[in-house]
């Protein structure tokens, strides 16, 4: 009964290297969210995904920022050429499809650190 | 824009009394409120949610109350318990146009032995 499963947990780069943060929703979800907590901040909705589908970008940062959810593996946020204010906490959400209970399943989260 | 605020960022009570959270929110749109939990290195977990047509949703000590007209809900959790002490989030969504949660910052509970 596994959960939604996030790695690395945690991830070190340096200013200009690329991060890849993996989200694998659960058993039988098809939808699949992230959000970032920056540090003393709340969750920020960023992209909100269906399989081979992005439903809502609107909380992408225009530059450096992409996601996908393929028909076949995890869903991928990628962050390129990565600057200290993306340090942050970067969490993964779930659900099994329209519920208006709006509830979402959460991973542990991908805590990226810039250098 | 912070469509949903949570003004506490911390909250101090005493084990066994009640722990009243606050949660305020500017749309109008918004069908569902939900509570979620989170301790430190983790994701947060679901507590507890309310629909829009309901003003009050009870679940063992934690009970969420809704105020349409004030747009503002509360989480009471009573009687509070040590492992309790965690943050709590205030979420909202809409049943139209996407399904994504906005989320408040936030706010500290402690509990105190």
């Known amino acids: 009964n596994a959960g939604v499963m996030q790695n690395p947990r945690h991830l070190v780069r340096r200013r200009g290297q690329e991060a890849r943060l993996r989200c694998s929703p659960m058993?039988?979800?098809?939808?699949v969210y992230w959000y970032r907590q920056l540090p003393e901040e709340g969750l920020k909705f960023m992209v909100y995904?269906?399989?081979?589908?992005?439903?809502?970008e609107s909380g992408m940062p225009k530059e450096r920022f992409s996601a996908e959810f393929p028909k076949e593996g995890p869903s991928i946020l990628r962050i390129q050429q990565v600057v200290r204010g993306d340090s942050a906490a970067y969490f993964c959400?779930?659900?099994?499809?329209?519920?208006?209970?709006?509830?979402?399943?959460f991973g542990e989260g991908s805590r990226l650190t810039v250098l | 824009d912070q469509q949903v605020k949570q003004n506490s960022p911390s909250l101090s009570v005493q084990e066994g009394r009640i722990s009243i959270l606050n949660c305020d929110y500017t749309?109008?749109?918004?069908?569902?409120f939900l509570w979620y939990k989170k301790y430190p290195a983790e994701g947060p977990t679901f507590l507890i949610s309310?629909?829009?047509?309901?003003d009050k949703n009870e679940d063992g000590r934690f009970t969420v109350f809704l105020n349409k007209s004030a747009k503002h809900l509360s989480l009471h959790i009573v009687p509070s318990q040590p492992g309790d002490s965690a943050v709590y989030f205030c979420?909202?969504?809409?049943?139209?146009?996407?399904?994504?949660?906005?989320f408040g910052t936030g706010t500290r509970l402690t509990i105190i032995p």
């Open positions: 309310i629909s829009s047509i309901k």
């Open positions: 749309n109008s749109m918004f069908d569902y």
């Open positions: 979420a909202a969504g809409s049943n139209f146009g996407n399904e994504k949660l906005t």
């Open positions: 959400a779930s659900n099994r499809d329209y519920l208006n209970t709006g509830e979402l399943f």
């Open positions: 995904l269906q399989k081979e589908n992005i439903i809502d």
């Open positions: 058993k039988g979800h098809s939808h």
